[in-house]
């Protein structure tokens, strides 16, 4: 499967952005997914994950209450609404999908996309 993150951008603190994740090449309802963040000098960070329904999330600490992940598998396409948006949010910020559940270890994650760039100015 093939995955291609956009919405990225520039915005204030306090702002929010609406990531989006669209596959090809496969139906995305065989997946988990997940949403992962990386700041410059920082190791890979988990954000968030969805089951193949939807049925199941779970989010990292540092954003639970502020961003929700989401799925429409008609439309092959996660998405991560970000809101109250703190300049630490500010990463590339990459979909990847599995086959297998799972949260924090990315290296379980099969395919990722290409990345989106977050920024968020205080």
């Known amino acids: 499967v093939q995955l291609q993150a956009s919405g990225g951008g520039l915005v204030q603190a306090g702002g929010s952005l609406r990531l989006s994740c669209a596959a090809s090449?496969?139906?995305?309802?065989?997946?988990?997914m997940g949403w992962f963040r990386q700041a410059p000098g920082k190791e890979r960070e988990f954000v968030a994950a969805?089951?193949?329904?939807?049925?199941?999330?779970y989010y990292a600490d540092s954003v639970k209450g502020r961003f929700t992940i989401a799925r429409d598998n008609a439309k092959n396409t996660v998405y991560l609404q970000m809101n109250s948006l703190k300049p630490e949010d500010t990463a590339v910020y990459y979909c990847?999908?599995?086959?297998?559940?799972?949260?924090?270890?990315?290296?379980?994650?099969?395919?990722w996309g290409q990345g989106t760039q977050v920024t968020v100015s205080s």
């Open positions: 969805i089951s193949k329904s939807g049925s199941t999330t």
């Open positions: 990847a999908a599995t086959m297998v559940w799972s949260t924090y270890d990315y290296t379980r994650y099969d395919y």
């Open positions: 090449g496969r139906t995305l309802s065989n997946y988990h």
